[in-house]
């Protein structure tokens, strides 16, 4: 069974429109550039943010140093909608690829505005399956998959997410992302997934142009991430 995963699927574009445009209405701009975190595990988890425009990565770091990203946010999605629920400090750090613009929402406005629509509650459970769910994937395929698996999982996401149809069955990531954050996407070290990236350009199912990665034969990539 293939396991494709799209990224960070909690988007507001789910919701109601009324509930979206109230919650955003009075939201406190913020800029971040290359680099810049935009909180840390264990900070106060005092709101959200809705990506206007940018890329981050959500990502946490072991014992050992080694950094792993648990989800890339491209606009029109949020991040930290966890502690809008429980107040809880961040689970996870977020820190732009790029430079990003977000609009901040702090809890207390959120909790204002879901009292006057309390429909929305069962909307945003089904937000909130939805990231469950992602996160059982990951799970299994850091289990069960083999390297090349998890590279090509890796880089499939990003191809769902952020990919362009540029003819004949070639697909465009259209955001600039290093072999780095992709090996942290895949959980495997970032000289592993050289090699591999080096093998599907030398048989041309992945090429690379100008900083830009290009899947050229999807269904290839497709078998390499089955379980």
């Given at each position: 069974?293939s ?12 919701l109601s429109?009324?509930f ?5 209405n009075?939201?406190r701009?913020?800029q ?6 935009l909180?840390?595990v264990?900070?106060r988890?005092?709101?959200c943010?809705w990506?206007d ?11 050992s140093g ?5 989800a890339i946010?491209?606009a029109?999605t ?11 400090p ?5 820190t ?7 609009s901040?929402?702090?809890?207390a406005a959120?909790?204002?505005t879901l009292?006057?629509h309390p429909?929305?509650?069962?909307e945003?459970?089904i ?6 769910r992602?996160i059982d994937?990951?799970?299994a395929?850091?289990?069960?998959l083999?390297?090349?698996?998890r590279?090509a999982r890796?880089l499939?996401a990003?191809a769902d ?12 990531i ?8 992709i090996?942290a996407m ?8 050289s090699?591999?990236m080096g093998d599907?350009?030398?048989?041309s199912?992945?090429s690379?142009e ?13 078998r390499?991430?089955?379980?």
């Amino acid at each position: 069974m293939s396991k494709t995963p799209t990224l960070a699927r909690t988007s507001l574009s789910a919701l109601s429109a009324v509930f979206s445009a109230h919650l955003f209405n009075q939201a406190r701009k913020v800029q971040l550039h290359a680099g810049q975190a935009l909180f840390l595990v264990g900070d106060r988890g005092d709101g959200c943010y809705w990506v206007d425009d940018g890329l981050l990565k959500v990502h946490v770091v072991s014992q050992s140093g080694s950094d792993r990203i648990l989800a890339i946010l491209g606009a029109g999605t949020i991040v930290g909608e966890l502690s809008m629920f429980d107040g809880a400090p961040r689970s996870a750090s977020v820190t732009a690829i790029r430079a990003s613009s977000l609009s901040f929402v702090s809890r207390a406005a959120f909790a204002t505005t879901l009292d006057a629509h309390p429909e929305v509650y069962r909307e945003l459970a089904i937000v909130l399956a939805h990231r469950l769910r992602d996160i059982d994937d990951a799970m299994a395929a850091t289990s069960f998959l083999s390297l090349k698996g998890r590279a090509a999982r890796a880089l499939l996401a990003l191809a769902d997410a952020f990919g362009h149809d540029a003819g004949n069955g070639r697909i465009v990531i259209r955001q600039r992302v290093t072999h780095s954050d992709i090996a942290a996407m895949a959980g495997i070290v970032r000289e592993n997934f050289s090699r591999v990236m080096g093998d599907w350009i030398e048989r041309s199912l992945v090429s690379r142009e100008a900083g830009y990665y290009c899947v050229e034969k999807r269904s290839a990539l497709e078998r390499e991430a089955e379980f």
